[in-house]
């Protein structure tokens, strides 16, 4: 399925950079997650989002790290200041109310030098 | 603490042979349960489903998984792997309660590698 488009697929920033992966959902998908991905574990949620709304943050870390999701446009999710524990793979997913399936991106492959 | 476990991290076989992998979850009350596959360099795609009715599921490619609720698991199943089923098999669990907020909760990961 190719209806979860995120960019940039790879990333490259400096410590001390920000960075901004961009994800836009499925068409006709309202809800929109945020997971990450670090080598050798599974995949760890960060995020729920609708639109201009955050519906569930339990999973991103307390500093650096926000989401939105505009009326309009993508969703962002924003890494302020980074740091080389942030290179990590980022997911974006999309569903519908209450189906419980989500439908993934390709991924946003941040590496942080 | 919420968990899903998957025990196998890594797995060889031989194309045709038999595939078994465990998943178990540690949530009561009732679940949705979903196997996930990503193909090398690729995003992750449903195999299979399991939200309510006959606990044997069957999925894409000839895999199935069967919901046993008193052993909390729902392991993946395929009869005889293909060397094209190389990848990493993500088990993931959704609470289905009024508060539940539709995320799931993924394992991490069993990574398969089917040699010719």
């Known amino acids: 399925n190719a209806g979860v488009m995120q960019n940039p697929r790879h990333l490259v920033r400096r410590r001390g950079q920000e960075a901004r992966l961009r994800c836009s959902p499925m068409?006709?998908?309202?809800?929109v997650y945020w997971y990450r991905q670090l080598p050798e574990e599974g995949l760890k949620f960060m995020v729920y989002?609708?639109?201009?709304?955050?519906?569930?943050e339990s999973g991103m870390p307390k500093e650096r790290f926000s989401a939105e999701f505009p009326k309009e446009g993508p969703s962002i999710l924003r890494i302020q200041q980074v740091v080389r524990g942030d290179s990590a793979a980022y997911f974006c997913a999309s569903g519908l109310a209450n189906t419980g399936e989500l439908f993934f991106g390709e991924g946003s492959r941040l590496t942080v030098l | 603490a919420q968990s899903v476990s998957q025990h196998n991290h890594h797995v060889i076989l031989s194309e045709a042979a038999s595939l078994e992998l465990g998943c178990n979850y540690s949530y009561g009350g009732t679940v949705n349960l979903f196997w996930y596959v990503q193909y090398p360099g690729q995003h992750l795609q449903l195999l299979l489903k399991?939200?309510?009715?006959?606990?044997l599921v069957k999925g894409i490619k000839g895999f199935e998984a069967e919901f046993i609720k008193s052993k909390f698991s729902f392991n993946l199943r395929k009869p005889s792997v293909q060397w094209s089923d190389t990848a990493e098999y993500f088990c993931?669990?959704?609470?289905?309660?009024?508060?539940?907020?539709?995320?799931?909760?993924f394992g991490t990961g069993t990574l398969l590698a089917v040699q010719p």
């Open positions: 993931a669990v959704r609470r289905n309660y009024g508060g539940a907020t539709n995320k799931l909760i």
């Open positions: 399991y939200f309510s009715g006959d606990p």
């Open positions: 989002l609708q639109k201009e709304n955050i519906i569930d």
């Open positions: 068409k006709g998908h309202s809800h």
